[in-house]
């Protein structure tokens, strides 16, 4: 059974600048978050996908968006890069039930972005 | 909205003996999920413990344990035999079982195991 994986690991981009982050998910699962953790804080929740469709969004602006495809896999997208969009990705991924019950989110090692 | 809490931003303990990290939450949803999360300097997010509103037994795996407070919406941690391994943030979290399951975190706490 493989983990969740994102690439790359580190990015370094330019104030206005797009990027796009990915994130493949454990096998079997078939929804994906995406958070940012800035610095000394705790994740903050971007959004979810599941079955290709967004399925809630957070306190963010439109320039953040996102896509699943078919094998679950997903990206990210930030447009018009600000100083303040620096900080860890995190991609979790967790196993939606026909039901709706859902077990933990299995947490990627996270991307590193860098906005100068 | 739901907050979670953690009062504690940075601790430290002997190697071998006993700490408790302290996390606080605020929701009006009857059945949620609480978890702990470690994250070493590798950034990983690896899963403590977790434990289901519904259940009122505290949960346990191995040296880590919780107490869980339903009533005073407390969710503190309890790491028995501290190893130098240890040394991570640790990170509370909520998720309602209903809605858009996300988690929302709190700040975390810096633990130090000390030789």
């Known amino acids: 059974e493989t983990g969740v994986t994102q690439s790359p690991t580190h990015l370094i981009k330019t104030r206005g600048q797009q990027v796009t982050l990915r994130c493949s998910s454990q096998s079997g699962h078939n929804t994906v978050s995406w958070y940012q953790q800035a610095l000394g804080q705790g994740p903050q929740f971007i959004f979810q996908?599941?079955?290709?469709?967004?399925?809630g969004r957070g306190n963010f602006p439109p320039r953040f968006s996102g896509l699943q495809f078919p094998n679950y896999s997903s990206e990210l997208n930030v447009n018009a890069l600000e100083l303040d969009d620096s900080a860890l990705y995190l991609c979790?991924?967790?196993?939606?039930?026909?039901?709706?019950?859902?077990?933990?989110?299995?947490f990627g090692p996270g991307t590193r972005l860098t906005v100068t | 909205a739901q907050t979670v809490t953690q009062s504690q931003p940075e601790m430290s303990v002997q190697e071998a003996e006993t700490v408790t990290l302290s996390c606080t939450y605020d929701t009006s949803e009857s059945n949620y999920y609480l978890f702990w999360y470690k994250q070493p300097p590798s950034r990983q997010m690896i899963l403590v413990i977790r434990?289901?509103?519904?259940?009122?037994q505290n949960a346990t795996e191995n040296r880590f344990s919780v107490n869980f407070q339903k009533a005073a919406k407390s969710f503190s941690l309890k790491i028995s035999d501290s190893q130098l391994g240890d040394t991570a943030m640790y990170f509370c979290?909520?998720?309602?079982?209903?809605?858009?399951?996300?988690?929302?975190f709190g700040t975390g706490t810096r633990l130090k195991v000390l030789a």
């Open positions: 996908y599941y079955r290709e469709e967004e399925n």
């Open positions: 979790a991924s967790t196993r939606r039930l026909a039901g709706g019950n859902r077990g933990e989110q299995y």
């Open positions: 434990q289901e509103a519904y259940k009122q």
């Open positions: 979290a909520f998720v309602a079982t209903s809605g858009t399951y996300k988690y929302i």
